[in-house]
């Protein structure tokens, strides 16, 4: 598909998706989230293997386009942010694995963006920060998704403060898996995705979309639900074929 605001390249298995609005920040404008949104769908119902969420210019991105609610009606800005809920619920329903590659700045709805992907590689100069506790807007919804990362003192002291956190504190907090040097971050990330595919394209769907639904759940009912779709998944035929040639290798 034709993209205004993206860029998306495919190498091999894996499909980057490229936020490419520099001269805005990156800024999640409603345009670029229904665009964005689009093509995940796209990509969902490839044979793509994998997805990284990456950023050109010298920030990840800056959050929501302010132009987007500034003197909107109530209406417009309640459909602004479902449109971002519907992107951000559709990176998790894919059935690949996702990984954002982050420099520069992440903050508010681009932190959240970072904090919903399913993996992250963060570059060591970059920062992570959801500011609208400095001013007249708290960042009610990018603090749903961050603090189901990092937990809630946490998540509450980078909402209350505003203050960023750099890429080490990210990663000791949660926010992302890991740090690399920034010449290093395009090859690192993509090794981690890569390694993130291994293994069937229905086991790995099944098992992303198993974690978000028992993440949620008391223990008790997770280990029922995670139970049943281990018990299910176990009757197919590739698993089948797994355990009998591994059975077969140890009696040999």
């Given amino acids: ?40 769908h796209n990509i969902g119902v490839s044979d793509a293997r994998g997805v990284i969420i990456a950023a050109n210019g010298p920030v990840f991105s800056a959050g929501h386009h302010f132009a987007d609610m500034a003197g909107q009606t109530q209406e417009d800005v309640r459909e602004l942010f479902r449109v971002c809920t519907a992107m951000m619920d559709t990176l998790q329903s894919l059935p690949q694995p996702v990984v954002a590659r982050v420099h520069g700045l992440a903050t508010a709805a681009g932190c959240q963006l970072v904090a919903t992907c399913d993996l992250a590689v963060a570059a060591e100069s970059a920062g992570f920060a959801i500011p609208g506790g400095k001013g007249a807007l708290f960042c009610h919804t990018p603090l749903v998704a961050v603090a189901r990362n990092i937990g809630r003192k946490r998540a509450l002291e980078m909402a209350m403060t505003g203050d960023a956190i750099d890429a080490l504190t990210a990663a000791d907090w949660g926010l992302v898996n890991r740090v690399v040097p920034d010449e290093d971050l395009v090859a690192a990330t993509l090794d981690f995705i890569t390694r993130a595919t291994r293994g069937t394209e229905a086991s790995k769907a099944a098992g992303k979309q198993a974690y978000y639904r028992q993440i949620e759940m008391p223990q008790p009912a997770a280990y029922v639900y995670a139970g049943e779709v281990m018990a299910e998944r176990a009757m197919d035929k590739q698993a089948q074929e797994s355990f009998h040639a591994f059975l077969n290798r140890r009696n040999l």
């Fill in 1 to 40: 598909m034709n993209t205004h605001h993206l860029l998306v390249e495919r190498q091999a298995d894996i499909v980057t998706v490229t936020l490419n609005r520099p001269e805005q920040r990156n800024a999640l404008s409603r345009p670029l989230l229904l665009e964005l949104t689009a093509v995940l």
